[in-house]
Structure formats: C-alpha cells, structure tokens
C-alpha cells in the first residue's frame, strides 16, 4: 500500500522565540558598551582662576582653547602650539607699546610671529 504524504501548511508569521532573545541580547550588550564608554570618557574642566595648572592639564586646555589676544596673559599664550615664553612676552610687549589688537591679522605684526605661526594659531584665537 502507498502512504500519503501531505504538506503541512506554513504559517504565514512565524516568530522565533530564539531569535528574538538573542536581538534583545545584542541590543543591551551595545547599550551597556555605550553607557560604559560615555562614563569613561576623559572630560575637561576648566581650573579656577589663581589655581596652579599641571603640565598635563595645560596640554588639555591647548586642544579647547580660544584666547583673546588683548586679554590672554602670558602662561595662556604659551598654551598655543608653536608660542613658547618668548613669543607670549614679545604678545604683552607688543600689546602694552601699542594698545590691543584690532583684528587677529595685527598679531603678525609682532617680532618672532610670521604667517607659518599665524596660520597655526589663527583658528585658537580671537580679538574682543
């Protein structure tokens, strides 16, 4: 005798319990990455006026900071890559002889600053 084999109809949804628990899974398992990688993150603050600064917390400053010109003082100019502590005094000089600067451009003007150190520091500064 010949047996009969019928196809079994298919739902038309099908919902994979396992499937699912495992995309659930995945979903807190990067959650969990990212709230442990915003905690960890490194996070600047800016020290208090009249505290003393490290040398490694200088170095953090110099990558977020914007300096004006007729207020910076000289450890803050020396911040700015390519201003060491003769070039931030030959600044103070050149702004007490000549009162403050009227855009950033006059900062060229000052002996020591060319147009390689100006385009350097162009973008970390500003004239109020």
């Given at each position: 005798?010949?047996?009969?084999?019928?196809?079994?109809a298919?739902?038309?949804?099908?919902?994979?319990l396992k499937?699912?628990?495992?995309?659930?899974m995945?979903?807190?398992c990067?959650?969990?990455?990212?709230?442990?990688?915003t905690?960890?993150?490194?996070?600047v603050?800016?020290?208090?006026?009249?505290?003393n600064?490290?040398?490694?917390?200088l170095q953090?400053?110099s990558?977020?900071?914007?300096?004006?010109?007729n207020?910076?003082?000289?450890?803050e100019?020396?911040l700015?890559?390519?201003?060491?502590?003769?070039?931030?005094?030959?600044?103070?000089?050149y702004r007490?002889?000549?009162?403050?600067?009227?855009?950033?451009?006059e900062?060229?003007?000052?002996s020591?600053?060319g147009?390689?150190?100006y385009?350097?520091?162009k973008e970390y500064i500003?004239?109020k």
């Amino acid at each position: 005798m010949k047996r009969l084999f019928f196809m079994k109809a298919k739902p038309i949804f099908i919902f994979n319990l396992k499937k699912f628990q495992r995309n659930i899974m995945l979903c807190c398992c990067f959650g969990l990455i990212l709230l442990c990688l915003t905690i960890t993150a490194p996070q600047v603050q800016a020290p208090n006026m009249g505290e003393n600064i490290s040398a490694a917390q200088l170095q953090t400053l110099s990558e977020v900071l914007y300096l004006d010109l007729n207020q910076a003082t000289l450890e803050e100019l020396m911040l700015l890559d390519g201003i060491g502590e003769k070039k931030a005094q030959a600044i103070i000089t050149y702004r007490q002889t000549h009162g403050n600067f009227t855009s950033i451009e006059e900062v060229k003007n000052v002996s020591g600053i060319g147009d390689k150190t100006y385009e350097t520091i162009k973008e970390y500064i500003f004239v109020k």
